[in-house]
């Protein structure tokens, strides 16, 4: 049996790992941290869970391929209860209010309603919302091994998504915002992507909740990430935590396996670096090695950036009167480094019952920080009390902004946890703290860069920096995809159960 090491316990790897243990391979994932999950993750303050990463999750709708993989390892269970939101997000402010309900023909009539003199960019947005709503995740086998019959098989995506990203072309998130004569309207577009984003992003994620997907499951990520990781153990997979990877080991042009950073060796037939890329190429794989595509992202910073952010969790004693959803509003604004920050907002987390302890209201606020906002916050850190007064300082500015707007929790409301770009450099090795891969400006193409690296045979990619702008289906569907390169470079040597595939280069079923 082959023996395949996985290097990182984030959605990617564990992925990889649960889709090799169901081929016939033997696995082991080794992770740094105490805890699978990477990213997809949450924890206990005083006994409130403040969940870090699901608010919205693709194809949570049944129907799709990427529903059956979520599935498959375990994201969605049909045991585990999903819930519905009512809407993308609320903007109250400029005398105004507007709110991205699910059911697109509302959001059209009240954009309408507000501001008449719109009507032809708000037109074109919801012509191409309802384009956007066949976004699907091709998940058969990579894109670079895809020919013209796969792409075929997309069906109405390739028809409609590509029009819909072509209406767009060369329109980042802020052009759209400012193509609206309506303050509320322009402010609204800027509040769920960095503003350098293509345009399209925000109409594709809006696209996923009008789709009828963009769901989330009972116990939020956390529990969805020990269910993954359960699975993997389940199907006979080894998951090693505390397991820092201190290198990949090389002979020539193959891995022999891995070195911890106890000096401790692992021998394997494959390894799969699951893992940040910039972390990959700057520890366990020589930096020579990144592939081509990956490197021009890295280096050209004009056109790809990365972005993190600044969080702040809040428990309130009582119920708010807000929605469980994610609400914005035009506060007095506060200053965080040299920015000026007026519209703020924050997610309610009362729509899952078991994440909040009962009598209390969960939220949560997060600020985008950008390249030298970033810098200042590593900056800090070297000196932790500073790092921590800056850190409370802008929770409680924040909070104030909060009691202003909600009355209701003036003396109520009180700071949980506060985390920063630091923190994910910390938690997950995270490249400058980004917890999704880079932006490509509305000038350039995003960027897939298949999984393999050139000068090794058996050693193979996965995770979210290496497809498009990141996230989880992206890092998903790469673990399935070094699982299937791991496959298909072992296929001379496989057992008769796949020889069927041999023929057409199709991987089994389950891959
Ligand atoms: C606040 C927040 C909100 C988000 N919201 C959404 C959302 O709504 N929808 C969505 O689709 N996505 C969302 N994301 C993004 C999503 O979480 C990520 O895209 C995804 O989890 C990345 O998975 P990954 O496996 O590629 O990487 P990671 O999760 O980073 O996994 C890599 C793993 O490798 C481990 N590791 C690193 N170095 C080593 C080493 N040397 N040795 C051993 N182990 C190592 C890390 O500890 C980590 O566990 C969100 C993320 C955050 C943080």
């Known amino acids: 049996m082959k023996k395949v090491i996985i290097v990182g316990a984030g959605i990617s790897g564990m992925t990889a790992g649960i889709i090799l243990q169901n081929s016939g391979f033997s696995t082991e994932i080794y992770e740094k941290n105490p805890v699978a999950g990477g990213e997809l993750t949450g924890w206990k303050r005083d006994g409130v869970y403040i969940d870090n990463c699901i608010n919205y999750l693709m194809c949570s709708k049944k129907g799709s391929a990427m529903n059956e993989l979520w599935h498959e ?3 969605l269970d049909d045991s585990v209860k999903m819930y519905s939101k009512d809407y993308f997000f609320k903007y109250i402010g400029h005398g105004g209010e507007i709110t991205y309900w699910r059911d697109k023909e509302r959001t059209k009539r009240e954009m309408l309603a507000l501001s008449p003199e719109d009507k032809d960019v708000i037109e074109k947005f919801f012509e191409n919302v309802t384009r956007a ?21 997309l069906g109405d995506f390739v028809k409609n998504v590509p029009a819909a990203q072509k209406a767009y072309k060369g329109v980042s998130v802020k052009d759209l915002a400012d193509s609206f004569k309506s303050p509320v309207l322009r402010s609204s577009c800027l509040l769920t992507h960095p503003e350098m984003t293509q345009a399209y992003s925000f109409i594709m994620s809006y696209a996923m909740v009008t789709s009828g997907s963009g769901d989330i499951p009972e116990g939020g990520s956390l529990a969805a990430a020990m269910r993954i990781a359960n699975r993997y153990q389940e199907k006979g997979g080894k998951l090693h935590l505390n397991s820092p990877v201190k290198s990949v080991k090389i002979n020539g042009k193959t891995a022999s396996g891995i070195v911890l950073e106890d000096g401790t060796e692992v021998a394997a037939d494959y390894v799969i670096c699951a893992t940040d890329a910039n972390h990959t190429f700057t520890h366990l794989l020589p930096s020579e090695y990144m592939p081509k595509k990956l490197r021009k992202c890295f280096d050209d910073k004009e056109h790809f950036s990365v972005f993190s952010k600044y969080h702040a969790a809040f428990v309130v004693d009582g119920k708010m009167n807000v929605d469980p959803d994610t609400t914005c509003w035009e506060s007095d604004g506060i200053k965080v480094w040299d920015r000026e920050i007026k519209d703020i907002g924050f997610i309610c987390y009362d729509y899952d019952p078991s994440l909040t302890p009962e009598g209390k209201t969960s939220i949560q606020m997060k600020l985008f920080q950008y390249g030298k906002e970033v810098d200042n916050w590593f900056e800090l850190a070297k000196d932790p009390e500073k790092y921590e007064a800056k850190k409370m300082e802008v929770a409680e500015a924040l909070m104030s902004e909060v009691e202003k707007k909600f009355p209701e929790t003036k003396g109520k409301i009180r700071i949980l946890d506060v ?5 994910y450099a910390k938690h997950c090795n995270a490249y400058r703290g980004a917890y ?3 932006v490509a400006d509305r000038d350039t193409k995003t960027v897939t860069t298949p999984g ?5 045979k058996n050693v193979f990619l996965a995770g979210q920096w290496l497809m498009g702008s990141g996230g989880l289906p992206p890092a998903t569907a790469q673990g399935k995809y070094a699982a299937w390169r791991a496959w298909s470079a072992s296929k001379i040597l496989i057992f008769p159960a796949f020889r069927g595939c041999l023929k057409n280069e199709t991987a089994p079923v389950y891959l």
């Open 436 to 438: 999704m891969a880079f």
């Open 452 to 456: 393999v690296v050139k000068k090794l």
């Open 419 to 423: 985390w920063t770009p630091v923190s």
């Open 73 to 75: 390892i375990g994201m």
């Open 133 to 153: 709503e066949s976004m699907i995740m091709p998940i058969d086998k990579p894109m670079d091994k895809m020919g013209p019959r796969d792409f075929m098989k």
